[in-house]
């Protein structure tokens, strides 16, 4: 479970998160909607640590962030946008480096990154150097380093950005199963069909504030809209940022 | 704890080595440098040296018989073959039997161009040849007349040179030990880059401070990793050293310059705290860079300063204070060491603890910038 | 003035050094580092102690003082080149110097090894003290050594001095040997060190890879036989100036005037007064016939004296005694011999191997009876027992082995390293057309002792550059050597 709380954060002269407050619960997929600059992926990296907030807080299962970064750290894995893939290691070396300093002993790593290797079926290029894959292949291999040590808490950051459409859909399968497997998954995303197709919860964002949430069906019914297009539209007061 | 910074650097370390450009720049220069200095130094000692049998210009030749057979004796005589002689003349005076006969001096004149290095040698040769010549006849036309020579000798200089015969390539030890320093920095330097502006360039920095290690592990274990890097070079640069400058033939200029096991040892002894502190350095430069290129052309500028500093430990130009500073204090204790002379230990061990502290200086810079989000994000 | 080099030339030559003094960085304890004079470089000293009697081993110790001079790039650090100094009686490591200049090229690569021999240098010499009154312009010294004087000199030496013989010395060279770690030795012995190398070759030719036997003394052969060899020496110089056109233009009546100046010796001293040759004071000159034929023997040794030596005996018969007396001046403050060294090993080794028909042989010659009786003077009092037999065997080996004689050499001629090498499979015997006594240290020998070194073999040497051309003309007048016919042609020419 991923909470957080009046985060506010200023960045020079823009105030990128603003009071923000939302939760995502485990078995569900949490999306989080905004425009371009609306503050998602600044607020991603606060889950992180990896900035600071002028105010609020941010907890891991439970465990403030800014307290205990290593052990809120422990309960997520990240799908980064970028990747962020070393060309020169196979995608077996890469993912047991990142189980590895995720936590898990050397035995443990080993295993833990077979067994992600079988579940994502990423046999066939295991033991290639990432080096020339394909979209689709360094997709699959970041979201095994972003599992293998088994978080609670998955986080992906504008998952589908330059996916093609058989790599999104593999995607899609793959984030329904670790729902179904109790995960809390939260993604980022300006791309509304995404949303609207995989979300058991959206949080639409805008500059810096949570303006609205609640299931696609609630968001509709919310704003007297059709479509969660409308919707949003709506929502936002513009289009702008969003794609379809 | 501790698993996490085994397997940080042994990523780092497996990523390098299949770093075509890391593992080149080290093994390159580890082993041209001595091979390419080597090779000069042949040329130049061949060049340099004057030929068992130098051929020169004698000119009235004729004139003085017994100082041409002198000559002759030491190697040196008369070629019309201008291809084979040396250009130095030696022009015998019309007078000069008339001269030694009514001992009064004969002249000879010797004629070459003494800005030229690769004459010099056979120049002195040649003079001082007949200086000794002129001396012997001197003491014999002393005893002739009845006189001991040694009345005309009053004093007696006994010169006690205190240079051993390694401390006399000097200047070479001064350059092969430069190298050798040096190579902790080449060696390094683009895994240095690769590891830092380069994990930037790829984006995977802040996917790496996503997960559950603290910055100080990762800055020990990208200075660790790039650390023993450095060593590698260096302990291939000494190993290829060690053979190379066997082959040099040093004994013709008089002195030997030779790369024993003990000052091997050494050298990685004192070299390790010079390779953590270029670790150090170079990561703190290349983090502040976005790119690698951007990081390189940094990095070129900062070698300068360990080389600024061992130049001016090898020959003695900088200020004395200079002794305790990193660099030129381990070069001047290696020279000292092949010298064969005492370490200055204090000197060394200040200069070590000097190099140390920069380097922890330098670790704690990057664990900050790793903390900024201006760095990481660039924001 | 240079004359550095000058000294060395007749130090070389007449196996005699410039009496010189060890400096150590501190009291010579193991091994230390020093200067030897002469040589600038920084050299290894050190010493062993030894028994001086090796059958009682708990009795007096003596110390064996050695010196290193380092190779410039030890190549071979388990080997060393150990040359020997002649005598009997002369230091090795006061002859540093000479041995450097000799050996340059073997030191590239090799340490070059010198030991003091037990009773000489500082290794407990043993020397006279001779309280010399009378200046030796003065002194006639032509009767021998009372028999009081010898004993006053054995007196005055802390030795057993029968413990002082060739082999006793050549065990203290191993043990300085198995001191330094060397394994392997390339042995170098010139004149009476001929001797300790041919011993060295047949008591341990395991550790030997070569050997240089210069100016050699064969083992067959008792080193007073040098006596006979001034004569030749003699001969030779003057058959050498007949052969010279100038030489003999400007002293055509050489061989008269030699003896005339003998004959008229042999009648009595020449009584005259000169000045001093260092102190330039009017001084009485006696001249006797053994200094007379001792200054001719001395001036023999090397090339460049050998030079004067027509001109000084020519203007010695026209009662002209500067250029003698500035030979004899050379000679004047000894050769530095230790003479208790040498009588023990002559007296034990030499003196009785003389055999009737060689005494009588030498009883026509005037040098060589002066030098035999002087030496059987000292012998009956020198407690020493004579060696064995086989002692007098020649060396049979087959180790690569270099001989190298003077053809002008007024001690050891040519044939006696023909005799030295009957039993020698693997030796060859070189002959340097110009050189005295000491071939290494006045020719290119030192450099193809080098090349032997080098490759443990003399097939390849070459040594065609001992054959002529190395002799410097005899002195015409007191300044120069070059011929008049010259210098008139050169005087036609018309002078600026």
């Given at each position: 479970m991923i909470k957080v709380a009046n985060l506010s954060k200023l960045i020079g002269d823009v105030q990128a998160l603003d009071n923000l407050s939302f939760s995502a619960e485990n078995g569900q997929i949490t999306g989080l909607l905004g425009p371009n600059g609306a503050g998602k992926t600044t607020c991603l990296r606060m889950l992180f640590g990896l900035l600071k907030p002028d105010n609020g807080n941010a907890e891991i299962d439970g465990i403030d962030v800014a307290v205990d970064p290593t052990a809120a750290k422990q309960q997520l894995g990240l799908f980064p946008d970028?990747?962020?893939?070393?060309?020169?290691?196979t995608p077996r070396e890469y993912i047991r480096y990142f189980a590895e300093i995720s936590g898990l002993s050397v035995e443990q790593a080993k295993r833990a990154t077979a067994d992600v290797i079988h579940d994502l079926q990423l046999e066939d290029i295991a033991d290639r150097r990432c080096k020339g894959f394909s979209q689709g292949q360094r997709m699959k291999t970041a979201l095994a380093q972003a599992i293998v040590h088994k978080p609670s808490n998955i986080v992906l950051d504008e998952p589908t950005r330059g996916l093609d459409v058989m790599s999104t859909r593999v995607l899609r399968g793959l984030l329904r199963d670790l729902k179904d497997q109790g995960h809390c998954v939260l993604f980022s995303s300006h791309v509304m069909q995404e949303v609207s197709a995989l979300c058991d919860r959206v949080i639409v964002m805008a500059a810096g504030k949570v303006v609205a949430v609640g299931s696609p069906q609630e968001l509709c019914d919310q704003t007297g809209q059709g479509s969660l297009e409308e919707a949003f539209i709506t929502l936002i007061g513009s289009d702008e940022g969003i794609a379809a | 704890m501790n698993s996490r910074f085994v397997s940080l650097v042994r990523k780092e370390l497996l990523d390098a080595v299949r770093d075509k450009r890391s593992v080149m720049a080290g093994l390159y220069y580890a082993v041209f440098t001595p091979l390419i200095m080597c090779g000069l130094f042949m040329v130049l000692i061949t060049q340099m040296s004057s030929p068992d049998d130098l051929k020169i210009t004698i000119v009235n030749s004729e004139g003085a018989p017994d100082l041409i057979r002198h000559l002759n004796n030491n190697g040196i005589s008369h070629s019309d073959d201008a291809s084979q002689r040396k250009k130095i003349s030696l022009i015998i005076s019309d007078d000069y039997a008339t001269q030694m006969l009514a001992a009064k001096p004969a002249e000879v004149a010797l004629q070459a161009d003494s800005s030229n290095e690769k004459l010099a040698d056979s120049i002195r040769r040649v003079s001082r040849s007949i200086e000794r010549y002129s001396s012997e006849m001197a003491a014999l036309r002393l005893i002739i007349r009845g006189i001991n020579p040694s009345v005309v000798q009053p004093i007696k200089l006994n010169k006690q040179d205190q240079a051993t015969r390694d401390s006399k390539g000097g200047m070479i030890l001064g350059i092969a030990i430069f190298t050798m320093i040096y190579s902790v920095f080449i060696s390094g330097m683009n895994l240095a880059i690769d590891t830092s502006a380069g994990e930037r360039e790829r984006n995977s920095l802040a996917l790496l401070l996503s997960h559950p290690i603290s910055v100080r592990q990762l800055v020990l274990s990208k200075i660790t990793a790039v650390s023993i890097f450095a060593m590698l070079g260096l302990l291939l640069i000494l190993l290829v050293s060690k053979v190379a400058y066997m082959l040099v033939p040093w004994q013709e200029l008089g002195f030997s310059v030779g790369i024993s096991s003990t000052f091997i040892i050494a050298m990685l002894i004192i070299g390790l705290p010079v390779a953590v502190m270029a670790s150090a350095l170079q990561l703190f430069v290349s983090f502040m860079a976005k790119t690698f290129k951007e990081a390189q052309s940094y990095l070129t500028i900062v070698l300068f300063v360990p080389l600024a500093l061992s130049m001016a430990a090898s020959y003695n130009i900088a200020p004395d204070q200079l002794r305790w500073a990193p660099v030129s204090g381990q070069q001047q204790a290696l020279m000292e060491l092949i010298k064969g002379k005492e370490i200055p230990l204090l000197q060394l061990l200040v200069s070590c603890g000097f190099t140390l502290l920069i380097s922890i200086a330098l670790a704690l810079g990057i664990e900050r910038m790793l903390k900024s989000e201006k760095v990481v994000f660039g924001l | 003035m240079r004359l550095t080099h000058f000294f060395a030339i007749i130090s070389a030559a007449f196996m005699a050094a410039v009496s010189g003094s060890l400096i150590a960085d501190e009291p010579v304890s193991d091994e230390n580092s020093c200067y030897v004079d002469g040589l600038s470089d920084r050299l290894r000293c050190g010493y062993i102690t030894v028994a001086e009697n090796p059958q009682k081993p708990n009795g007096r110790r003596i110390q064996i003082h050695f010196v290193v001079i380092p190779a410039i790039k030890n190549i071979y650090p388990d080997q060393a080149f150990l040359a020997i100094s002649g005598g009997p009686g002369q230091s090795a490591i006061d002859q540093a110097p000479v041995f450097e200049r000799a050996f340059g090229k073997v030191r590239q690569q090799r340490d070059i090894l010198l030991i003091d021999q037990r009773g000489t240098g500082r290794s407990n010499i043993l020397e006279c003290n001779e309280d010399e009154i009378i200046s030796p312009l003065e002194?006639?010294?032509?009767?021998?050594?009372?028999a009081d004087e010898i004993q006053a000199c054995l007196n005055s030496m802390d030795a057993d001095v029968s413990q002082y013989g060739s082999e006793t010395a050549l065990a203290d060279f191993e043990a300085v040997r198995r001191h330094l770690g060397y394994t392997t030795l390339h042995v170098y012995g010139v004149s009476y060190g001929s001797r300790m190398a041919q011993l060295y070759m047949r008591h341990f030719p395991e550790v030997l890879a070569t050997v240089t036997l210069d100016g050699v003394v064969p083992m067959?052969?008792?080193?007073?036989?040098v006596g006979l060899a001034v004569d030749r020496g003699l001969e030779l110089l003057i058959r050498d100036c007949e052969g010279t056109p100038a030489c003999h233009s400007q002293f055509p009546q050489l061989r008269d005037r030699f003896a005339q100046l003998d004959s008229r010796l042999a009648e009595g001293p020449i009584r005259t007064e000169v000045f001093h040759p260092m102190t330039g004071e009017r001084t009485p000159f006696v001249l006797t016939r053994d200094k007379f034929l001792g200054a001719l023997r001395m001036s023999m040794y090397a090339q460049n004296i050998r030079q004067l030596l027509p001109l000084a005996i020519d203007q010695a018969a026209v009662k002209n005694y500067q250029p003698l007396l500035g030979l004899f001046s050379l000679t004047m403050e000894g050769i530095g011999l230790a003479m208790g060294m040498h009588n023990s090993v002559v007296c034990g080794e030499d003196i009785h191997r003389l055999s009737d028909t060689m005494l009588q042989q030498m009883a026509d010659s005037y040098i060589s009876s002066l030098l035999v009786d002087s030496m059987s003077a000292a012998c009956d009092q020198w407690p020493i027992e004579s060696v064995g037999e086989a002692f007098s065997a020649p060396i049979v080996s087959a180790l690569p082995t270099l001989l190298l004689s003077g053809a002008l050499d007024p001690a050891t001629p040519p044939d006696w390293a023909d005799m030295a090498m009957?039993?020698?499979?693997n030796a060859v015997h070189l002959v340097a057309t110009d050189a005295t006594h000491g071939v290494a240290m006045q020719s290119c020998a030192g450099d193809l002792i080098a090349d032997l070194v080098e490759q443990s073999s003399w097939q390849n040497l070459d040594s065609s550059c001992l054959e002529e051309g190395a002799r410097g003309g005899f002195y015409?007048?007191?300044?120069?050597?070059?011929?008049a016919t010259e210098i008139l042609s050169v005087q036609q020419e018309p002078q600026p």
């Open positions: 970028p990747f962020g893939l070393y060309e020169r290691l | - | 002194f006639a010294y032509e009767e021998i050594a009372s067959q052969q008792s080193v007073l036989a009957v039993d020698m499979t015409l007048n007191a300044s120069s050597v070059e011929a």
